[in-house]
């Protein structure tokens, strides 16, 4: 089964404010992550990924950080548009790569 | 970055035809890509994963002789619906691992199929 989980269904952001999503995993051995965006009717698109040896990794205007300690990750858009409204995935980067629910990310003008 | 296409992009087709999906690395090999589905308003559901030149590997429950995976090359993999129903109907998503670069699993655009 899937060994990580996003924590939150849905989140409702207003345009401009930040956004942080949360991410939880079971497994202690897992070294890498990727965060995925998935918009309507497309196929998932790679963010930005953290391996184990990383507590903290920035790319355009995200971020994620990863917490070993209590096997959690967020991932932090800031000064969130309304283009980033999708489904946010989580994911393990393993061979057979399984996705929780995600969380839609819905931002208001 | 490292781009993954499919075509088609969508697809309709009567009930009992078969339908093909064809799943590219464009600028990266892949010995190994993967086949998922996704019905609306959910998350996706791994299919089977391709291996380049063996045969695929299918999660519980899907059926091998319906959804028939051909990877004939580092390159290209394929997704047969054969006999295909109207609870076919879904999102196909193929994605695949660049493992020289990156080793990070990027996906296709999808596929959606209709059977009528």
């Known amino acids: 089964g899937e060994s990580v989980g996003l924590h939150l269904p849905t989140l409702s952001v207003q345009e401009g404010d930040n956004s942080i999503i949360n991410c939880a995993y079971s497994n202690s051995a897992s070294d890498y992550f990727i965060w995925y965006k998935q918009e309507s009717g497309k196929g998932p698109q790679f963010i930005i990924d953290i391996r184990s040896n990383m507590d903290k990794r920035q790319g355009q205007r995200v971020t994620v950080l990863l917490n070993k300690t209590v096997k959690h990750l967020s991932l932090q858009i800031a000064a969130t548009q309304p283009g980033d409204s999708a489904v946010y995935f989580c994911?393990?980067?393993?061979?057979?790569?399984?996705f929780g629910a995600g969380t839609r990310l819905t931002v208001k003008p | 970055g490292a781009v993954v296409s499919q075509h088609p992009s969508w697809v309709i087709c009567k009930s009992g035809t078969s339908v093909k999906i064809e799943c590219r690395s464009l600028?990266?090999?892949?010995?190994?890509m993967f086949w998922y589905r996704q019905f609306p308003k959910q998350s996706l559901m791994l299919m089977a994963t391709?291996?380049?030149?063996?045969?695929?590997?299918?999660e519980q429950g899907v059926e091998k002789d319906k959804f028939l995976i051909n990877h004939a090359s580092l390159t290209l993999s394929t997704l047969t619906v054969t006999s295909a129903h109207p609870e076919d109907s879904s999102f196909y998503i193929c994605s695949a691992r660049d493992r020289v670069w990156t080793d990070t699993q990027y996906f296709g655009p999808g596929t959606r199929l209709t059977v009528l």
């Open positions: 600028d990266f090999q892949a010995t190994t």
């Open positions: 994911a393990e980067n393993r061979n057979d790569m399984r």
């Open positions: 391709s291996n380049e030149g063996s045969k695929a590997t299918y």
